[in-house]
């Protein structure tokens, strides 16, 4: 969700029964202007909530002129205090794969060995020392797997220029109710897989200014294709992914 129309975004997705308290609301409006302006983001989107037992992790993403360039993540307690989190290494990712269960809410908080498989252990353990993995770590990796999962666009929103660089298509208006029906108008908003493997047979029919990223017509599980949105109007659609049992918004 963009910070500039929150508001509006939070409205929709409270429709689902997902949804922030007034106060939650209040301290986003007012604290992720200050995060665009001190950390010089060319724009922020807020990301989401992870809650935990003893407490809830707010999501940030910052952006700047490269759209599809790595996002800067925070991460608040409070909805007014941030604090960045380091980029989604692959050993981060690894050592995130062993933990299971729900988050604690406290970024400090360490599993212990005996929460951890005993091979993975030894792959952790260096110098002799026991291996101890943050929750701070393990919220980089859910938020990076979440992205790579979910992280949805669709076909038109962004455009590719002949540099390299990606910007947000400022004349796209949505997709037609034809178009938004089919798995081939919607882009996982992550470095394309499938895409490298296309033949040049296949890339023929492709534009690349807009057919840049892998489409959700080839995800498995595939998303039935029968899925209607629950919303479309104003170039906003809210459609429901069966295969991951969220919602995506955009």
Request: proline share 6%; charged share 25%; with cysteine.
């Amino acid at each position: 969700m963009d910070a500039a129309s929150l508001p509006v975004a939070l409205d929709l997705v409270a429709s689902g029964g997902a949804g922030l308290s007034p106060e939650k609301r209040a301290a986003l409006g007012a604290s992720l202007p200050l995060l665009q302006r001190d950390y010089r983001f060319e724009r922020v989107w807020f990301w989401g909530r992870i809650q935990g037992l003893r407490g809830a992790y707010y999501i940030a993403e910052g952006l700047g002129r490269d759209c599809a360039a790595p996002r800067s993540r925070l991460y608040s307690l409070n909805c007014v205090e941030w604090s960045l989190l380091p980029p989604a290494s692959k050993e981060i990712l690894a050592q995130a794969e062993t933990l299971k269960g729900r988050f604690q809410g406290d970024p400090s908080f360490e599993y212990e060995l005996t929460e951890i498989k005993a091979e993975d252990a030894e792959k952790l353990t260096e110098d002799g020392q026991e291996p101890v993995i943050k929750e701070e770590t393990r919220l980089v990796a859910t938020v990076e797997q979440i992205d790579k999962a979910v992280g949805i666009i669709p076909r038109g929103s962004f455009v590719k220029t002949p540099l390299g660089s990606v910007h947000e298509n400022r004349s796209f208006e949505g997709l037609s109710l034809t178009e938004a029906k089919k798995l081939s108008s919607y882009f996982h908003l992550a470095e394309p897989v499938n895409l490298k493997n296309k033949t040049l047979l296949e890339k023929a029919d492709l534009d690349p200014s807009t057919d840049f990223l892998d489409s959700l017509e080839h995800d498995i599980p595939r998303v039935p294709a029968s899925g209607k949105p629950i919303f479309l109007g104003a170039g906003k659609c809210l459609l429901p992914l069966s295969s991951t049992n969220a919602m995506s918004l955009f």
